[in-house]
Structure formats: structure tokens, C-alpha cells
């Protein structure tokens, strides 16, 4: 594969009406082959996951922000955070706030927050969900959900809007850390059968500010954090296309998670970056779906 | 139909988990049930207009903030629009907001408006793709996105995040009148083939301030805004779930949308609440899909 810049990618997508420019990075549309695509993706998702009874459950992209501050993301990545502000002035703030709007001024001081947030990741909604004693063999909750991350940029990969496809696991820390190594070997094989040359890679979130380094190292030789590279853009700097996190006790301390012998339950998560792994597809086996090679049709297109 | 109460309703929901609180009202999360019946609501929608020859696409739930701003949105519902905010600040900054999150103090005044907005109708998105001339049979765009309204309320029927499968028509008056009347014969004989005694009613916006009531007014006398009504917690007040709007010149000035001769194209758009014909159905059937009658059930699980 020979690298793409940032531009001729998303311009491509463009051209092939796989993705549809709304004047701001990151917030695109998405035709309908771009949908078919990555809803078949799912669909490998769940074929794969299918004996794990797994429960189901679905989230809007916004939370509590009860539950948002309870958690460390405002701790670790406030600048990615996205708040939910609203107008609760009268009839004249209204009329002020709108004579800024119309002479193109900034209006924010009009806006108060409100009780929810963006959901930052697809997990957060489920942990409160969890609170209390888990049965012997521990939980499984597998979730569809937007997200949101204020990370505005040209490259179609790094979006602000976007669905994971998300597992948490809680149990007994082995039963946790089987889980996510099963998973691991899984979804390499699961994108592999895609024709993605997908490789496993110990990782480390983009933690805030001068402590951030040290956050991030403890991560990696925690070995806490594992990605799964697959070049999109380039062979040098590949994309991550699903994410394993592993919390120990972190939200089993936050939301009280006990496991049935009564210990604090830990968790990990994995989630698949739908667009990402569409995007992955198209880069490797062109912008037209039909022309596919055949063993990767016959996967997506049984 | 006997009347129940919102809490009530809403206890049922919860009871038969179909939705799942969240601490905070009108963002629950949603069960699998509720989201079979919601997708095979959504697949009926797409058989009956498989012959339209739509374009599809899908949105994320959020927009560009200039898109928004060039709306009338914020004039009209000030107090319903949710815009997305950041911390844009330095290390400083982040320990001092930190400090007020952890005491429970506002941390408001650490964010500042991003370039993006929560979509308030799944149609905003749609407008700006349409600039330029339209074809001699004008346009038709298919879409299904989830928008955001700032209405906290313990009825379940009443949410800040929710799905709305929304069609937006584009063209010259008489084809978009047709076509808005095409769709609300469609529109009630899909509900009552679901068992859903469906009426239609002429109808109005929530317009904002002492403005809005003229505005209402108005909008009812020119009957530019059509519901389709079904009994959910009260025969007395019903639920809206379905809306069709027509805009007449109003979009097509404003995004300069033209018909094939040149003229300012007019625009209709007729959006499902998802979550709130799933709910009526649960209401009106049971909170059981297994003991909904067998006229249903076919139409569902054909």
C-alpha cells in the first residue's frame, strides 16, 4: 500500500459519495454504500460474539453528567470532552443573544449548562448499570453508541462524531483478562478475514497536559492499554481500528461493582471504531464495493 | 384505553426493560426489544417508500454550528437548541476547573462553544446539500439521525435525545404538496395497520417568547405544520408520531435551492418519532411483543 495524505483520502471519499462534507471536520455524513458497509461489519460482530449471551443495550450520544463527572475523563482528556450548553434566559437575553448571532459575535455567555454531556465513549452509560453484586460468572454488555471528541481535523479517520461498537466485560480479574486476550485473537482474525493486514499493539491514551506523559507510560508498561493497528493513511503511522482497555478496579471502586464472592469487580472494554474499520476497507480494496477482491465479498456479502 | 400517569408509563417501560434510566430523565438507555420493534418500525417506513427512489443518507448528531446559526432554529426554539462546548484552556486552567467539578462548584465557565451543535431536527443537515439547481423531479432525501432537545421531562414520550426518521422533499410547490399529502395517507394507514387508532391535526411549533404565540398563530391559520396523533398516555392529549412540515420558500431561500426552470424551490419534510411509535405500540399492545395480536405481529414479523 503506498501512503495517502489527509486531503486526497477524504477527497476520494467524497468523490465516491461514501462520506458527505457539512463545512466542519469531523461531523460528515454517510452515503448509503459507506452504511452497508459498516453495518455488515457489525454483523460479523455479533455472528462472532453470538454464543457469549451477551446482554443488549443501546444509548443515546448523550449522558448524565453526573455520571461523566464521577468518572476521571474530565481528569484525563477535558480537551476532548464535548458539554451540553442551552439557552435559559427571557424574551430580552433571547433578543441579545440574537443580535449577536446575526452580527456574527460570539453568543456563549447567552448558553448555561445543562445536565447532560456527550458520551465520550461507548462504555461510560454502562458501569452505572453494573452497580451491585454480579452473578458467579460475572457480566457482558454489548452496546452500539455515538461519540463525541472535540478533535476537529482533516484527516477522515480522526473524526468528532462517531460509532463504537463496545463490550464491557466485569468479573473476577481472570475472567476479565480471558475475555479481553479472546477478544484480542478474535478481532485480529475478524479483520484479517477482511483482508486488513491488522496487528496487535500495546498502547497509551492522549492524556491532558504536563502529567500526561507519566499517565501515559504507566499505561503502557501496565500493558492496560491494547490497539489494533491497520495502515489506513500510512504504513508508518497506522490507524487504530478497535481498542482493548483493561481498568483493573477502576469502576468497580467508582460504581460499586462486587463480584459474587464480594470483591471489587474489575472491567475492561473493547470497542471497534465502525468507521474506521469502513474506512480501512476502502482504503485496501478501493472505493467500490463490488470490485472487492471475492474472498473479502464473500465475508461482508455471504 | 384508560389514561396512565407519566411515572407510571415510565415505571412499565423500566419494569419489562425496555428502557434503562440514566440518573438524568429523557436520556435512558434503550433495551433490545424496544430496539427490535424501533428497527422493524423503521423497515416498514422502508418498504413503504421503496418505489420513491430516495436518496439515502445518515447524519451524526452533530452539526456545524454556521449551518445552525443560518437557521431560524435559535430564533424560533432558543430554549429546546443544544450547543457543544469545550476546555480549550491550559494546565492551570484544568486544575482549577478540576477543583470545581470535585466541589460539586459550576465548571461552566471553563468551556467554551465549539464549532458544532447538537442536530435539532434530522432534517438541518439535509438542506445544505441541496444548494444549487435541482433536477427536473426535484429531490427527495432519506434520512435517519438522532437530535437533541433541551426538555428534561419525566414522560417518557418527551426525551432530549431520540431518533427521527425524517424525509425532506425539494422541488416546485405542487410536487412538494403532493408529495407531504401522498405521505400523510401513508403515514396513518402504516399506524393503523399497527393497530394504532392514528389521526391526523393540524398543528403548531413551540415557539419561543411572548413573539411565539403570533407565530403559532400563524403557522396554524396557513396549516404549514401537520401531526399525525396517537393516544400514548391520554385519549384526551395525545402524542405527536409523526410531524410534516411545510417550509415553502423559506429553505430554498435560505441554502439557494432552485428548481429546474429557476425558480426558489419549495421544501417539505415529514419526520417519525422512533422511540415514540415504539412506545405507543407497547402501550396500546403490551409490554410483552410475544402477546401483541396476531394482525400485529404479522405486520412486524412478517
Known amino acids: 500500500m503506498t501512503d495517502i495524505s489527509a486531503q486526497d483520502f477524504h477527497d476520494a471519499l467524497v468523490a465516491h459519495k461514501l462520506i458527505i462534507p457539512v463545512g ?42 453526573r455520571v461523566f463527572e464521577k468518572s476521571d475523563y474530565l481528569e484525563s ?14 424574551d430580552t437575553q433571547h433578543r441579545e443573544m440574537m443580535n449577536c448571532v446575526h452580527e456574527g459575535k460570539p453568543w456563549g455567555q447567552y448558553q448555561q449548562m445543562t445536565d447532560v454531556v456527550l458520551a465520550p465513549a461507548a462504555c461510560y452509560p454502562i458501569y452505572p448499570q453494573l452497580t451491585g453484586t454480579l452473578p458467579e460468572n460475572g457480566r457482558l454488555v454489548d452496546v ?76 503502557r508498561m501496565q500493558k492496560l492499554k491494547f490497539e489494533v493497528l491497520v495502515p489506513v493513511l500510512s504504513t508508518a503511522k497506522q490507524t487504530a481500528v478497535c481498542s482493548f482497555n483493561y481498568h483493573q478496579d477502576h469502576f468497580g471502586l467508582l460504581f460499586d461493582i462486587k463480584t459474587a464472592d464480594g470483591q471489587v469487580a474489575h472491567t475492561a472494554c473493547l470497542g471497534f471504531g465502525l468507521e474506521r474499520v469502513t474506512m480501512a476497507l476502502f482504503r485496501h480494496h478501493g472505493y467500490v464495493p463490488a470490485e472487492w477482491p471475492a474472498e473479502v465479498r464473500k465475508v461482508l456479502w455471504p
Chains 1, 2 share one sequence.
Open 24 to 65: 466542519v471536520p469531523g461531523a460528515f455524513g454517510r452515503g448509503p454504500v459507506f452504511e452497508d458497509v459498516l453495518r455488515r461489519f457489525g454483523d460479523l460482530v455479533t455472528e462472532a460474539a453470538k454464543n457469549d449471551t451477551a446482554e443488549h443495550m443501546l444509548f443515546p450520544p448523550v449522558i448524565a453528567r
Open 77 to 90: 482528556f477535558p480537551q476532548l470532552a464535548g458539554t451540553i450548553f442551552s439557552f435559559m434566559g427571557n
Open 144 to 219: 452500539q453508541n455515538w461519540v463525541f471528541r472535540h478533535e476537529p481535523s482533516p484527516e477522515p479517520t480522526r473524526m468528532q462524531s462517531f460509532r463504537i461498537r463496545e463490550m464491557v466485560r466485569a468479573g473476577r480479574p481472570e475472567q476479565v483478562a480471558d475475555w479481553r486476550d479472546m477478544w484480542l485473537e478474535r478481532g485480529l482474525s475478524l479483520l484479517r478475514r477482511l483482508g486488513l493486514p491488522a496487528e496487535p499493539e500495546t498502547a497509551s491514551d492522549p492524556f491532558f497536559g504536563r502529567g500526561g506523559r507519566m499517565l501515559a507510560a504507566n499505561q
